[in-house]
């Protein structure tokens, strides 16, 4: 392997377990997470000067593995909505966890996104606005209102 | 510190998002508010059941680095750009001895003498179709005075009449 495959390959250690768990989470589809997640890569490795001149090279890979996620449900011609498979998710046992799980499934699917690319994914603000292409000010209002909401539910459900 | 600002911070700190600094003032000054201890507290649990529930922490196991796929993709990549490099030479090659050959055959060379009414209509005909008979860059009064110019004007033009030929310096074909 070259220089660049091992840095890739390094990149892929360091990155790929975090992408892999948001794209799992998002598609609900471990053979398709892992294609996308394969593709991203070759993206990677097709084009290695955007990789090496952005900003962060975490946020070019989730930002390229969203669009990836883009095309693959064009293709597949289903509008996967994150609120029902949560409510039907098996694992929930904690009443607070409920809440919060039903919570999130009422959020706006673009306060949903950025919530778990940041809870679960842990990218800084500055890679969330490089992700999702949108300003710092528009990542931190989206993350206070989806944050405001679910604390409003846990109070409410005196939790 | 107004309310709205405290609040902003107090998310900020259940995203993990606060400098070690500012989380310090701020521990400082929820010491002195207790109202805003409690906030704090409900905005960190509401964050930290929603990393529970995003399934945070969970360990999935990573497929093996698809290093054979990007290897012959590599490969693939260095061929296409040899072959579209070894074009683009080619084509330049190709493109430059078609113009030299368009530029040398049929018209006169900045070298030759005009005088007589014939060379004037020739450099007419191949003047360009708005070329002004009376003035202007194009006009043939211009090109005649141009071709009479002294020899010194001539006298050290560079000379390449095809890219298969050398250059040469002269004022004389």
Same mark, same amino acid.
């Given at each position: ?13 360091? &990155? ?19 294609? &996308?997640?394969?593709? #991203? ?18 946020? !070019? ?31 929930? &046992? ?66 | ?7 902003? %911070? ?15 003032? %701020? ?48 490969? #693939?990549?260095?061929?296409?750009? !040899? ?14 001895? !078609? ?31 708005h070329a002004d008979a009376d003035g202007g860059f194009w006009s043939v009064a211009r090109l005649v ?14 000379? !390449? ?13």
């Amino acid at each position: 392997m070259d220089r660049s495959a091992t840095s890739l390959a390094q990149l892929y250690e360091e &990155v790929g377990p975090s992408l892999l768990a948001y794209l799992d989470r998002y598609l609900r589809d471990r053979h398709v997470a892992e294609d &996308v997640l394969q593709e #991203t890569f070759y993206q990677a490795a097709r084009y290695p000067s955007r990789v090496a001149h952005a900003r962060s090279p975490r946020a !070019w890979l989730f930002g390229t593995a969203r669009k990836v996620v883009a095309t693959v449900l064009r293709r597949r011609k289903t509008t996967q909505r994150l609120p029902q498979e949560l409510a039907a998710d098996e694992r929930v &046992v904690d009443p607070r966890i409920e809440v919060v799980e039903r919570a999130l499934g009422e959020l706006p699917a673009a306060q949903r996104e950025i919530l778990g690319l940041r809870l679960r994914c842990e990218l800084s603000y500055e890679e969330l606005a490089d992700v999702l292409e949108i300003p710092l000010g528009t990542v931190r209002s989206r993350l206070h209102h989806a944050v405001r909401y679910l604390r409003e539910k846990l109070v409410s459900a005196e939790l | 510190m107004d309310a709205e600002t405290l609040e902003r %911070l107090l998310m900020d700190r259940a995203l993990g998002a606060l400098g070690p600094d500012v989380e310090a003032l %701020l521990d400082e000054h929820l010491a002195q508010d207790p109202e805003g201890c409690q906030r704090a507290a409900e905005f960190a649990g509401a964050t930290s059941a929603a990393r529970q529930a995003l399934g945070a922490g969970v360990p999935l196991r990573l497929p093996e680095f698809p290093a054979l796929r990007l290897a012959t993709l590599e490969r #693939t990549r260095r061929r296409l750009a !040899w072959v579209r490099n070894t074009g683009a030479v080619a084509a330049t090659l190709v493109v430059g001895i !078609w113009l030299g050959g368009l530029l040398t055959s049929g018209r006169p060379g900045p070298d030759t003498p005009v005088s007589g009414a014939g060379e004037r209509t020739a450099l007419a005909a191949s003047a360009p179709a708005h070329a002004d008979a009376d003035g202007g860059f194009w006009s043939v009064a211009r090109l005649v005075d141009r071709s009479r110019q002294p020899e010194r004007s001539r006298a050290l033009r560079l000379i !390449w009449d095809s890219p298969a030929e050398r250059p040469h310096l002269g004022g004389k074909s």
